[in-house]
């Protein structure tokens, strides 16, 4: 099992940029593939971005694509979720998450973070 902690998220207004950071713990953290998902009040969680345990692959949902960078240094065990030109429809509580491969269904994540709040005003 890995345990993940999220943190950086906050309040910004609509164009701005945050980043958001997920700490990993375990002793095979950096084997798995690490999402991002987000759910608005009243909505499902949805899939954000994810990528492959070295980073190389990655894979966004188009209502981020161009916008947001899903990134990880093993060597610290983190991985980050860039956001820039941010909307109010970003509104959300973002989540980290662990899988054996990167995949954007929520089914296939084993281990999830506590979340961050991001909020995006007008």
């Known amino acids: 099992q890995v345990q993940l902690v999220e943190s950086g998220g906050g309040l910004v207004q609509a164009g701005g940029s945050l980043r958001l950071s997920c700490a990993a713990s375990?002793?095979?953290?950096?084997?798995?593939?690490m999402g991002w998902f987000r759910q608005a009040p009243g909505k499902e969680r949805e899939f954000v971005a994810t990528t492959n345990w070295d980073g190389i692959s990655t894979y966004y949902a188009d209502s981020v694509r161009g916008r947001f960078t899903i990134s990880r240094d093993n060597a610290k065990n983190t991985v980050y979720l860039q956001m820039n030109s941010l909307k109010p429809e970003d509104t959300a509580v973002y989540y980290c998450a662990a899988a054996l491969i990167a995949t954007s269904q929520l089914r296939d994540y084993s281990s999830w973070g506590q979340g961050a709040q991001v909020t995006v005003s007008s």
């Open positions: 375990g002793r095979t953290s950096s084997t798995y593939a």
